[in-house]
């Protein structure tokens, strides 16, 4: 989609974002549920601000652009709000949940996780990673990249639109490699029974067992 000031937007399967009809003020601010990938319309008196939030609206992470192109993974059931820079820089921050934090600058290829986990929850990584596995969804790729079942099925269940369900105890299988999401779910599942994990599909319900 394209944004009221040419900003353009890529969205993932499940997502949701929040923008006005129009951008006025000081600065342009968004708000993502979800993932997406953006292009940003250079306008330095404006800075562009995207605001990472739960189904509630609560605020998780927010990210300041401070170059162009960069994706934002804030799924709710997921672990972490992970921050990818593709092109400029960008500066994240935890939006003032668990306490203050000490915004961070990424620069080219670099990605802040920023965790939700209660353990370690308001704690920044950063590390340096292949662009092109991060933004392969917007290619129209699943990429698994030392993932176990969980984090591959959280993946499915949004682009298939399927309930997921695991019974008895599961390998510790981890999966690397990427797939069409022109597939069909069958297609997919038929790949991934090449390791110690098998599927009973019922309607939505997938049960995921060994």
Known sequence: MVL??????????ASVLRFPIAFTGSERRVQLSGEAYFDVAKDPAMPFRVEATDANGREMNTVEVMGTEFNVNAYENEPTVKTTLVEGKVKVSNGGRNGSLQPVILTNGMQSIYSLDLGTAGNFQLRQVDTDDVVAWKNGLFNFNNADIKSVMRQLARWYDVDVVYEGALPNEKFDGEISRNSTLSEVFKILELSAIHFKVEGRKVTVMP
């Open 4 to 13: 009221p000031d040419g900003t353009r937007a890529w969205l993932n399967a």
